[in-house]
């Protein structure tokens, strides 16, 4: 249930529900995320993610191939648990607060606020003697002070009076989840962590760990403030490698207690001498009331929903649940470039922490109409990583250019099975449209020509060195996969290739847009671009191959596909989805049956490329074969449906997106949510029943308001303007809030909105 700016659900203790729990109620600020897992922890067998993470921070662990073939990936990255700074055990006169496991819950419940930025857990617990107590323990992760955690624990003795002992927790070794059966988690899961320094300094508890093969050092530091009427001891121990403090306290009837626990965390990523950092932190966070910090967090969010805030008038689920998305792509934005945007955000290990093509494609477009700034740091991270995707490129042969890894944590490939991972080529063609988008939507050419064209170029340059010249004439584009990934190693899948000409074309396009600027010159010089160079990319572009079958009347996803036969999705047994978990890969690859988007995302991105009959053609024949087993896909149908006028699909698609972690329709937000999904559900209303594009010609919208709803608005930035869009069944107005006048196409027409700041269409 959610109300207003809350999530709230009832919390039943019950193992089934506990770790879908710790995603949804997950803390993160982009740099930490910490699963909302029980601070007295669970029984054994309980299903749980223990997990503290960092953005970025990882350990390189071996990948072994079953067969040594040349230059496969033989090492791969995956993210780490840091430390367990969340664990409280609370006991009163010798008995445990365990509500998972002992005495009755006789109320309970968790709440993520999202107007005040932290995470409650309330629980009336009657303990097996016979003691109430009433727990409220409240979870930050600072969006200002990035690298600060804090737990405030608050007790309230309901009808007993005696003492209180607080343990506090501070676990530098842990180990990361895992799971042998489901190929989108670990398999194993050792400590990676040795530690190198840990102890107590001035009451503070503090760590030094290092991953023992990527080097990668973190550093953790706690400290208390407890709060009550009574004068309370504390002590500190270590115990089996844990450094805990103990806090005692005599507790009334009716009286309330309250521990304050902050972590602050910090890594050899980003600085030189991380435990200094943390010490920092620590101290100066400690000299503030925690209310300042809960009102700053406050501020920080009441200004991101000021430039995000969606309304939705008719269906207060569905503005809860988008409300509820955008918040938690906040939570995953870095706030530097030493990172991206991992499949999971910060809430889980699914994908061990893997940053793919997901960022760019369906999270980005979010923030570039929000906060261009983080997705400034989004791709600034892909440019820092260029020179590892340029050796990519040369460890499969490609003479120039640069090849993103599919997926991976500091720019090298991590994935081990390649068909469906280093050959999904389509990362380049993802990273170069938001790179195109970012410029197209802030007209940033500083950043354009320190950073975005470099990566234009060496992505371009890429498709060059791949494809080759058909006897038609035609350039093609051998042996990659497209986004669907129960097709695998095609020749000429449609979406690659109309993204590689997208690429190339862009490429050469504002290289010779920005030629004279200094910044170009030289890079010029730096890679060594020659004029005949631009010209191919140019050739290329106009030259690409995009498969068009008479028959159909549409676009084949790719050369082979429509020779295969049609799987029979009305036949196969519903428990046989996700059809990856039950399906050997090459039996699916004979098959026309599609795991999520491909070629009709390729409509959606590219719709000048083909008519409407042949994209509606293409949609209807799509439609019938794709399961949808990625998250990544209902969304993408749901705009491109609204695209063709399709309503009716569009809102169905829709509902099956804005929902997916709230209802775990998946059944894995146990692992972590969905962020490409999230992102996708944004731009299935602002791109799909808003139509707002962005290209060359400028800002365009075309918007509708779907059957059952009445009216929804958004405030979005372009081009340094802050402009609001609130679309009504019978009215659209455009307001500008902020900025320069605006010419813009309403309907393929040009309008206006200057002096009076507002443009009113009545419908
Ligand atoms: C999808 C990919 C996606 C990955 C991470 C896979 O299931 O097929 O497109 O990048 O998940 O979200």
């Keep these: 249930m959610q109300t207003d700016t809350r999530l709230i659900k009832k919390e039943n203790y019950n193992p089934k529900e506990l770790n879908l729990h710790e995603t949804l109620f997950c803390n993160a600020n982009g740099y930490i995320g910490i699963r909302g897992t029980l601070e007295e922890g669970v029984p054994s067998d309980f299903p749980t993610m223990r997990g503290q993470y960092l953005a970025g921070a990882y350990e390189i662990i071996q990948m072994k191939q079953a067969e040594s073939l040349c230059n496969l990936v033989e090492k791969k990255q995956t993210m780490l648990n840091i430390c367990d700074t969340q664990t409280i055990h609370l006991s009163i006169n010798g008995e445990d607060f365990l509500p998972s496991e002992s005495g009755s819950v006789?109320?309970?419940?968790?709440?993520?606020?999202?107007?005040?930025?932290?995470?409650?857990?309330?629980?009336?617990?009657?303990?097996?003697?016979?003691?109430?107590?009433?727990?409220?323990i409240k979870r930050m992760t600072h969006f200002g002070v990035k690298e600060l955690f804090t737990i405030e624990y608050e007790l309230e003795a309901l009808n007993f009076s005696g003492v209180a002992v607080f343990d506090s927790y501070h676990i530098a070794e842990v180990s990361n989840y895992s799971d042998p059966n489901d190929p989108r988690l670990a398999d194993e899961s050792p400590c990676y962590l040795k530690t190198k320094e840990k102890g107590f300094w001035e009451g503070t508890s503090y760590s030094l760990t290092e991953a023992k093969e990527s080097g990668v050092k973190i550093a953790v530091v706690t400290d208390h403030i407890i709060n009550?009427?009574?004068?309370?001891?504390?002590?500190?121990?270590?115990?089996?490698?844990?450094?805990?403090?103990?806090?005692?306290?005599?507790?009334?009837?009716?009286?309330?207690?309250?521990?304050?626990?902050?972590?602050?965390?910090?890594?050899?990523?980003?600085?030189?001498?991380?435990?200094?950092?943390?010490?920092?932190?620590?101290?100066?966070?400690?000299k503030r009331n925690i209310e300042e910090l809960y009102c700053e967090q406050k501020n920080y969010l009441s200004s991101f929903f000021m430039k995000s805030q969606m309304e939705i008038d008719g269906d207060k689920e569905l503005e809860?649940?988008?409300?509820?998305?955008?918040?938690?792509?906040?939570?995953?934005?870095?706030?530097?470039?030493?990172?991206?945007?991992?499949?999971?955000?910060?809430?889980?290990?699914?994908?061990?922490?893997?940053?793919?093509?997901?960022?760019?494609?369906?999270?980005?477009?979010?923030?570039?109409?929000?906060?261009?700034?983080?997705?400034?740091?989004?791709?600034?991270?892909?440019?820092?990583?260029?020179?590892?995707?340029?050796?990519?490129?040369?460890?499969?042969?490609?003479?120039?250019?640069?090849?993103?890894?599919?997926?991976?944590?500091?720019?090298?490939?991590?994935?081990?099975?390649?068909?469906?991972?280093?050959?999904?080529?389509?990362?380049?063609?993802?990273?170069?449209?938001?790179?195109?988008?970012?410029?197209?939507?802030?007209?940033?050419?500083?950043?354009?020509?320190?950073?975005?064209?470099?990566?234009?170029?060496?992505t371009a340059r890429l498709w060059l060195d791949t494809g080759v010249y058909g006897r038609n004439g035609h350039f093609l584009i051998q042996e990659v996969t497209g986004p669907d990934e129960y097709t695998c190693m095609v020749n000429n899948n449609y979406y690659t290739n109309a993204s590689a000409k997208h690429n190339l074309y862009y490429a050469a396009r504002f290289y010779e847009q920005f030629k004279d600027a200094p910044e170009i010159l030289a890079l010029k010089k730096r890679i060594d671009i020659s004029d005949s160079e631009i010209e191919d990319m140019k050739k290329a572009a106009s030259e690409m191959y995009l498969p068009y079958d008479e028959t159909y009347g549409i676009n084949?996803?790719?050369?082979?596909f429509l020779d295969k036969p049609v799987w029979d999705l009305s036949a196969t047994p519903k428990e046989d989805f996700p059809l990856l978990l039950h399906y050997h890969p090459l039996h699916l690859y004979r098959y026309q049956v599609c795991k999520q988007a491909d070629t009709v995302l390729s409509h959606f991105l590219f719709p000048s490329l083909q008519s409407r009959e042949t994209m509606e053609k293409s949609f209807r024949y799509y439609e019938k074969i794709t399961t949808h087993d990625s998250s990544l896909s209902t969304c993408v149908f749901s705009m491109t449906a609204s695209m063709l006028g399709l309503k009716k699909e569009a809102l169905s698609y829709f509902g099956d997106s804005a929902k997916l972690d709230l209802m775990n329709r998946h059944e894995n937000t146990k692992d972590g949510v969905h962020t490409a999904n999230m992102g996708g559900c944004y731009m299935a209303i602002v791109n799909g029943f808003a139509g707002l594009r962005i290209n060359e010609d400028g800002l365009s919208i075309d918007p509708y308001v779907p059957e059952g709803l009445n009216r929804y608005s958004f405030p979005f930035t372009?081009?340094?303007?802050?402009?609001?869009?609130?679309?009504?069944?019978?009215?659209?107005?455009?307001?500008l809030l902020n900025g320069d006048d605006l010419i813009f196409k309403y309907r393929g027409k040009n309008e206006e909105i200057g002096r009076e700041k507002k443009w009113i269409q009545k419908l």
Aim: neutral net charge; hydrophobic residues 35%; glycine residues 6%.
């Design 228 to 286: 009550s009427n009574s004068k309370s001891d504390s002590m500190v121990r270590e115990e089996g490698g844990a450094l805990i403090t103990r806090i005692r306290v005599p507790i009334k009837k009716n009286e309330k207690v309250t521990l304050i626990k902050y972590s602050a965390f910090s890594d050899s990523i980003r600085e030189k001498d991380p435990k200094a950092k943390a010490r920092k932190v620590i101290s100066e966070a400690m």
């Design 718 to 735: 372009y081009q340094g303007r802050d402009l609001k869009l609130t679309v009504e069944k019978k009215k659209i107005e455009l307001e």
């Design 320 to 458: 809860d649940a988008v409300r509820f998305n955008m918040y938690q792509l906040l939570q995953a934005a870095p706030h530097d470039s030493y990172s991206g945007i991992a499949a999971k955000g910060l809430s889980g290990e699914g994908y061990e922490g893997h940053f793919f093509w997901d960022t760019e494609m369906y999270v980005v477009p979010f923030f570039l109409l929000t906060d261009p700034e983080l997705a400034k740091n989004i791709l600034s991270f892909r440019y820092a990583t260029l020179s590892k995707a340029k050796e990519n490129a040369l460890l499969i042969g490609h003479k120039k250019g640069a090849l993103y890894p599919w997926r991976t944590i500091t720019g090298v490939e991590c994935s081990g099975y390649f068909p469906s991972g280093t050959a999904a080529y389509h990362i380049n063609g993802a990273i170069a449209y938001a790179v195109i988008q970012y410029y197209l939507t802030t007209a940033d050419d500083i950043f354009l020509k320190e950073k975005g064209i470099e990566i234009l170029i060496e």
């Design 106 to 136: 006789l109320d309970a419940e968790r709440i993520l606020d999202m107007e005040r930025g932290f995470t409650e857990r309330k629980t009336h617990w009657k303990s097996p003697s016979g003691r109430e107590l009433m727990i409220c």
């Design 556 to 560: 084949p996803q790719d050369d082979s």
